[in-house]
C-alpha cells in the first residue's frame, strides 16, 4: 500500500528529529515518502535555529553567542545523533582497517580521536561561519541557518536515492537506503535548491540568490564525495553515514554563504 504524505512527514520528522511525533508506518514504501520530505523537517529544524539566532542578535547579544545558539538547536532537535554519526564515520575511516571492522569501530559507544577531531573542527567551522553572518546582520546570519539545516536534510534525500546500498542489513541505513527514486530525489534537489535561493534573495541583493543556490548545490556535492568514498570503504551506508552526510552538508553550505 503506497505512503500517503502524512506518512511522510511522521517518517521524517519521528526519525529525523526529536520533536513528538509518532511514526504509524515502518516500511520501505513510508521510507520512501519519509526521506523525500527530509528537506522540510530540515526547514523546520532550520527556522527554529534562525528565530533563536535573530532573537538574540536583536535582543543585543554578540553574533558569536547567536552563532553558537543557532548551532545548538539542531544539535538539540536531533538529539546530536548527526553529530554522533559524523563523529563515528570518522572514527570508522580514520581507523584505516577492512570494513567489517571498521563498521564495528563506529558502532561502539565511545568516540575516537578522529571523531573527536572531526567533532571539534565541524562546530568550530559552523560557529565561525555563522558568527561572521550574523556579524553582517541578522537576517543574514537567520537566513544561512535555514539553508544550512535544509541542505543537510537534503543531502540525505539524496543519499537514499536508488542504487545506493545498505553497509548493514539492520539499522536506520538499512531501512532507508536505496529507497528515494533518483527522479525524485533530483526533484527534491530542484525544489531545495529555489528554496535557498529564495531564501539569498531575501538579503536584498541579487548575487544573495546565487549565493544561496550555489551553498546548497555545493554543499550535497561535498555531501556525495562523502557518501562515496563511505560506500567503497564500507560497501554501504549506515545510520552513521547518513548522520555524517547531513553534518557536512550542513558546514559546506555555512563556509559557502560566507564567500563573497
Given at each position: ?73 539542531p544539535a538539540a532537535l536531533t538529539r546530536g545523533l548527526h553529530l554522533d554519526g559524523l563523529a563515528d564515520t570518522a572514527d570508522g575511516l580514520g581507523s584505516g ?45 537567520a537566513l544561512a541557518a535555514v539553508v544550512s539545516a535544509l541542505t543537510a536534510r537534503l543531502a540525505l534525500t539524496l543519499a537514499s536515492r536508488a542504487g545506493v ?58 555531501a556525495e564525495l562523502l557518501l562515496r568514498h563511505c560506500v567503497r570503504r564500507f560497501g554501504g551506508v549506515t545510520g552513521d553515514v547518513f548522520g555524517g552526510v ?15
Amino acid at each position: 500500500m503506497p505512503a500517503t504524505p502524512a506518512d511522510g512527514l511522521r517518517f521524517a520528522f519521528g526519525t529525523l528529529t526529536a520533536l513528538p511525533v509518532k511514526v504509524t508506518r515502518w516500511d520501505r514504501e513510508a521510507a520512501r515518502a519519509g526521506m523525500l520530505c527530509a528537506p522540510v523537517a530540515g526547514l523546520v529544524v532550520g527556522l527554529a535555529a534562525a528565530a533563536l539566532g535573530a532573537a538574540l542578535t536583536l535582543l543585543g547579544s554578540g553574533p558569536l553567542l547567536a552563532a553558537v545558539a543557532s548551532v545548538s538547536v539542531p544539535a538539540a532537535l536531533t538529539r546530536g545523533l548527526h553529530l554522533d554519526g559524523l563523529a563515528d564515520t570518522a572514527d570508522g575511516l580514520g581507523s584505516g582497517k577492512p570494513a567489517e571492522d571498521a563498521l564495528r569501530i563506529m558502532k561502539q559507544s565511545d568516540i575516537g580521536p578522529f571523531g573527536v577531531i572531526t567533532l571539534v573542527l565541524a562546530l568550530l567551522a559552523q560557529v565561525a561561519a555563522l558568527t561572521e553572518l550574523y556579524a553582517e546582520s541578522w537576517l543574514r546570519g537567520a537566513l544561512a541557518a535555514v539553508v544550512s539545516a535544509l541542505t543537510a536534510r537534503l543531502a540525505l534525500t539524496l543519499a537514499s536515492r536508488a542504487g545506493v546500498p545498505p553497509a548493514r542489513p539492520e539499522g536506520l541505513g538499512a531501512a532507508v537506503a536505496g529507497t528515494v527514486p533518483v527522479r525524485g530525489a533530483l526533484l527534491a534537489a530542484v525544489v531545495t535548491g529555489c528554496v535557498a535561493a529564495a531564501a539569498g534573495a531575501a538579503t536584498g541583493s541579487a548575487y544573495g540568490a546565487v549565493r544561496g543556490a550555489a551553498a546548497a548545490a555545493l554543499a550535497c556535492c561535498a555531501a556525495e564525495l562523502l557518501l562515496r568514498h563511505c560506500v567503497r570503504r564500507f560497501g554501504g551506508v549506515t545510520g552513521d553515514v547518513f548522520g555524517g552526510v547531513a553534518e557536512t552538508a550542513a558546514t559546506a553550505a555555512l563556509v559557502v554563504l560566507t564567500f563573497g
